[in-house]
Every structure is written in structure tokens, then in C-alpha cells.
């Protein structure tokens, strides 16, 4: 069965850092760009950040950038985003997906392969 389970979701106070971690079964993620993207209650999904199958090219939505890194260990099948300063507009669920190249992830999410389940993050004092 092909699976992406993201983990690391929980509640943190404002200002506080979080490490989600996106890991892949029954597929090779070295394979695929992959993408991070939440949605909030009542709010459409929204992408965060994006890494290319290499991990030489990055992006960040405006509202992450130099708050949140997004990183890959293709060794362990893993995919993590590194939140930092948490904010309360960060809350939402956030979902991991693997996309066939860069551009996908960049581009319309319908391009994007396989997606997890979500990961709640909440922010909160």
C-alpha cells in the first residue's frame, strides 16, 4: 500500500517550534518532489513550502519564510518542515505530498501523486 503518514502535530504555545516529519511507505520518496501544505478551519488548503527531489531548490509561502525549513533525509524515506516562532494564524492541519517534479508542487495541487492524512498543529497559549 502507497502512504504518506506525516507526525510531529501537536499544541505549542506562540513562539514556540514544532518538527513535522512526513515518511513514505511503499513507494521511494527520493523519487518524487515533495510538498507541505495546511488549511485552517473555515480556509482553503494552502501550500507552505516545497522541496525538489534533489533538495537543491526550496520554497516558501511569505508567511513561513525564515520561520520554517523544509528538509529531506532520503536515506530515511523522510520528508521534515522545522517550524519555528509558531504563531496563532499557524494552526491548522498539515498534510505532506508527493508530487512528480518541482514545478508539480509549485503548480496546481491536483499534480501532486499521493497525499497524507494530516497532522494537526495547534498554537495556542
Known amino acids: 500500500q502507497l502512504q504518506l503518514v506525516e507526525s510531529g502535530g501537536g499544541l505549542v504555545q506562540p513562539g514556540g517550534s514544532l518538527r513535522l516529519s512526513c515518511a513514505a511507505s511503499g513507494f521511494t520518496l527520493e523519487n518524487y518532489a515533495i510538498g507541505w501544505f495546511r488549511q485552517a478551519p473555515g480556509k482553503e488548503r494552502e501550500r507552505v513550502s516545497c522541496?525538489?527531489?534533489?533538495?537543491?531548490?526550496?520554497n516558501y509561502h511569505d508567511f513561513v519564510k525564515g520561520r520554517f525549513t523544509i528538509s529531506r533525509d532520503n536515506a530515511k524515506n523522510t520528508v521534515y518542515l522545522q517550524m519555528n516562532s509558531l504563531k496563532s494564524e499557524d494552526t491548522g492541519i498539515y498534510y505532506c505530498?508527493?508530487?512528480?517534479?518541482?514545478?508539480?508542487?509549485?503548480?496546481?495541487?491536483?499534480?501532486?501523486?499521493?497525499w497524507g492524512q494530516g497532522t494537526q498543529v495547534t498554537v495556542s497559549s
Open positions: 505530498a508527493a508530487g512528480p517534479t518541482y514545478g508539480a508542487c509549485l503548480g496546481f495541487f491536483g499534480s501532486m501523486a499521493y
Open positions: 522541496i525538489s527531489i534533489t533538495g537543491g531548490n526550496t
